[in-house]
């Protein structure tokens, strides 16, 4: 990696950043507008090109042609599994140890009470105060389900209140990466500090996975879900997964039974039999297309080392943070990321008082981010696609919409349903 050592950089600089990245040469992998820059890979990731073959092969000849055959001969009915074990090489874990099914939330509902059964006598939950919403409605109402206190507090009281609550504490559920600031949690530190006091750890990887080495069996992690539509790149509600540690999978009971969780499903027997492993947390029939193109999706990283991924994501977000610095200093600008790239996942927020309007007018400039509530608007660094020189860009961009005031236009301002 090139060291810029000057005050200033100029966009010569990022170019000669980007040609001597490694993984330049991804980003034809994937179908990109011309002229734009895309940043919100955090949110929805960008279409990998053998995705659409995939699904036109998917769609005319095993569903047109080969119909309900296709289950058995083009291989859908074990895709789950398939697609579970490529992404378990992401996020740290064995092959068999991950499988694709539902939505985030129903997965972390499943896993959730799941957990809570492996510790009926403690009381507690704990979470994070600031959570993705999800996350926050779903422990609320699973708690009260269970008869469980949840306990919200701030990021840097996590490791204190595992301490203080001891084996009152039954789990700690967080995100790795936090969707609106981009910080990481420790998770090895925090792991290991509620398997002190006898409690588990269930993580959300729905802004790590793809964007950054996940290492859940070197953390010993207990549980873990996540999503496929963000730096997987696999499409609009693609389906989640869902990791249950080998040591617990005997344990485990799915509080969703299901016919695809059984032990032998096309026995089509009345009473419920847990398969042996990762399979206990399926439900019912996988959305067979939309996880066919997760599974292809992933393909992208095939040949990619997540190390490498996570120093030029880190690169990037430096790079942008410097770049807002040096460019929009009188603009009135706040950093809601860490600044140092160690603490922060592959994005970077910005605050704004105006930042929903200035991030509308930087969309129909061309560089795609998001805005949430009240005052984020995020830019995420899919390093796989995201160059040097489009950081220079979007900067540049934004600019010339800060100093022609471009964002003061009522359309701007006019909010959509989804932002």
């Known amino acids: 990696m090139i060291q810029i050592t000057?005050?200033?950089?100029?966009?010569?600089?990022?170019?000669?950043l980007d040609e001597k990245d490694p993984l330049a040469g991804c980003k034809s992998r994937f179908a990109l507008p011309d002229g734009e820059v895309y940043l919100d890979g955090n949110s929805l990731g960008a279409l990998p090109k053998a995705v659409v073959e995939?699904?036109?092969?998917?769609?005319v000849n095993e569903w047109g042609s080969g119909l309900i055959r296709s289950w058995n001969d083009a291989g859908w009915y074990p895709a789950p599994q398939r697609t579970g074990a490529k992404i378990a090489r992401l996020i740290g874990a064995d092959s068999d140890e991950v499988i694709v099914c539902?939505?985030?939330?129903?997965n972390l509902f499943k896993?959730?009470?799941?957990?809570?059964?492996?510790r009926p006598d403690r009381t507690v939950l704990l979470v994070?105060?600031?959570?993705?919403?999800?996350?926050v409605y779903v422990a609320s109402e699973t708690g009260n389900l269970l008869g469980l206190e949840v306990l919200a507090v701030e990021p840097d009281e996590i490791i204190p209140t595992i301490t203080e609550l001891g084996e009152r504490l039954a789990i700690v559920q967080l995100t790795e990466v936090n969707y609106k600031s981009g910080r990481i949690y420790d998770m090895t530190r925090i792991t290991a500090e509620a398997h002190n006091v006898g409690a588990l750890a269930i993580w959300d990887l729905c802004h790590s996975s793809g964007a950054l080495p996940v290492r859940l069996n070197a953390c010993e992690v207990d549980f873990a879900v996540g999503c496929g539509y963000k730096y997987l790149n696999g499409g609009p509600g693609a389906p989640a997964y869902v990791f249950v540690a080998r040591r617990h999978l005997s344990d485990v009971r799915n509080p969703i039974s299901g016919w695809h969780g059984h032990a032998r499903p096309f026995e089509f027997t009345h009473e419920f039999e847990p398969h042996g492993g990762i399979d206990r947390m399926l439900i019912g029939t996988a959305p067979q297309l939309s996880l066919l193109a997760l599974e292809e999706a992933v393909g992208v990283f095939d040949d990619v080392d997540m190390e490498v991924v996570r120093t030029k994501s880190r690169a990037l977000g430096d790079l942008f943070i410097r770049l807002v610095d040096q460019e929009l200093a009188e603009f009135g600008f706040g950093l809601a990321s860490p600044r140092n790239s160690a603490e922060r996942g592959s994005q970077v927020s910005l605050v704004h008082s105006e930042g929903y309007a200035i991030m509308q007018a930087l969309i129909d400039a061309g560089v795609i981010g998001d805005f949430r509530a009240p005052d984020i608007m995020r830019f995420g660094f899919a390093a796989l696609y995201i160059g040097y020189e489009d950081i220079w860009e979007s900067v540049a961009r934004l600019k010339t919409i800060m100093q022609g005031r471009v964002w003061d236009d009522p359309r701007h301002k006019a909010r959509k349903a989804v932002t």
Request: one cysteine or more; aromatic letters at 2%; a neutral charge.
């Open 111 to 118: 896993v959730l009470v799941a957990a809570s059964r492996l």
């Open 54 to 59: 995939r699904m036109q092969r998917a769609i």
């Open 6 to 16: 000057q005050d200033l950089l100029s966009r010569a600089d990022c170019s000669a």
């Open 102 to 106: 539902d939505s985030t939330s129903v």
């Open 128 to 135: 994070e105060r600031g959570n993705f919403p999800t996350d």
